[in-house]
């Protein structure tokens, strides 16, 4: 059995977990925000809910709500498997020198897509800003296939 | 390039990797939940479903089985953050003594959260224990965030 | 502190790899998918996704897109957790002979699982390749646990 030695630049292992670090932050905060927001309007997914504050409700929908929780959603979608595929990439891309940009640009991105999400900007800035989160993993993972495939 | 090492306490390890399994084996069980209730109530997601039980039925819902899709999706957005975020935090967090508190009281509360989601045990039950884990969570990555960037 | 010292051997660590890139990889590509079928259906999720094609609509669904949703949702709830389970079982099992045969048998299942819902193959298809990964999830980690536990 050999060894397995992590041998990872020090700057680059910062700058992934800055950035993770970040990302994980703004995708809790859409947890609070979705909290702060059912409390606010009264607007709940329960009847258990609904039986706190006196209501007789089973379920009930919001636009905003549902637009915090597609957000959240998409975060799920980008942001873990960012963290994922950005140690994996880490690890096994030798002169991994694109690294440290990749992290930044995708972090970049990810805060950009909830401002514009949530603000309702006009379209295409979602769609712009959803596109380049996406192209650093798919350019990541790739990377990635290539180490540890040929 | 520096050598990154690994200098993680061996019971912190140890511990995380508890949880980590506990809570995974958990979300992992609401899979089986809902294949379970949809079989016996059946209550499927496809037409192809329906076919195979002779019916002509596109798409129906159940909100029992809502119920544990809303859990597991809870579980989602709360589970996988946590053993991400505690991974960075054991790895970077010098003198983590809180580290296995976080992660005990973590594990704890999300099964308290099932419990109480999948008994609609009355509010604020489900609240307290989802904000338990959530500030676990807050705090861990802010802890990362000060070590990696200051 | 004691020293956690890595030590895997590098088959498994590059068969590990190896599957949880190209999982991650099919799950990103779920995203574009979802993004194109969008698109040229001209059916979106938000008010200014319509503005932008000069429409004044504010949310649609479509039974295609939301068939490509649920598969995507199901890869989250079953493809990270693997490779969370994965690096876990790969660090703490002691002789993983069966490590590489549990990653490929995962990898293969999600692939032909996309395929099978995608395609509409009748029942059981999706169900057995949807059931053999989450076996492999749940062998993985129930060997953590004793791993660690006792």
Redesign the interface.
Known sequence: ??????????DI??CL??W???V??K??F???LT?INRISKQVF?????Y??VGKDV??ATD?YIE?IR?C?RND???V??F???GV?YM??VPKAQWACTYFRVFGISRLIHTVVYLM?????A??LS?AVG?TV??MM??S??RS??W
């Open positions: 059995m050999a060894t397995f030695k992590v041998d990872v630049d020090n292992l910062q977990f800055f993770a670090g970040i994980l932050l995708t809790i859409m947890s609070l909290s997914t329960t009847p258990e809910d039986a706190m089973s379920v636009p637009r597609s959240h799920l979608e980008n873990i498997p963290i994922l595929i994996l690890l096994v309702k900007v006009p379209q295409p979602r769609a959803f996406l993993n798919f993972v790739v990635v296939l540890v495939a």
